[in-house]
């Protein structure tokens, strides 16, 4: 398993720009399929993106289409979500996560962090 930690959550307006880094310091970055999720209250966890072990590829969900973006600095052993117009309904938990293959489902996963709370206002 590997150890990761998310940062870079807080309130925004809607509209704006936020971009959430997940760190896994010590660790082969290029040896993982990376993904982020999220869960809002009361609603269960829900795949945003991932990203294969080169970065070269990803997949989104259709609600964050054309505004996130996933990427990866194998160098730097990073993972990063930039997120642009925000809407309120982006408000959850953000969870980003390691795994053998890029997949869409969370049981596919074996590492998560701790999450990183985004709140966005209306």
């Known amino acids: 398993q590997v150890q990761l930690t998310e940062s870079g959550g807080r309130l925004v307006q809607a509209g704006g720009p936020l971009r959430l880094p997940c760190a896994a310091p010590?660790?082969?970055?290029?040896?993982?399929?990376m993904a982020w999720f999220r869960q809002a209250p009361g609603k269960e966890r829900e795949f945003v993106t991932t990203?294969?072990?080169?970065?070269?590829?990803?997949y989104y969900a259709d609600s964050v289409k054309g505004r996130f973006t996933i990427s990866k600095d194998n160098a730097k052993n990073t993972l990063y979500l930039q997120m642009n117009n925000l809407k309120p309904e982006d408000t959850a938990v953000y969870y980003c996560?390691?795994?053998?293959?890029?997949?869409?489902?969370?049981?596919?996963?074996?590492?998560w962090g701790q999450g990183t709370q985004v709140t966005v206002s209306s």
């Open positions: 010590g660790r082969t970055f290029s040896d993982y399929a």
């Open positions: 990203t294969t072990r080169t970065g070269d590829s990803a």
């Open positions: 996560a390691a795994g053998r293959i890029a997949n869409t489902a969370a049981s596919r996963y074996d590492s």
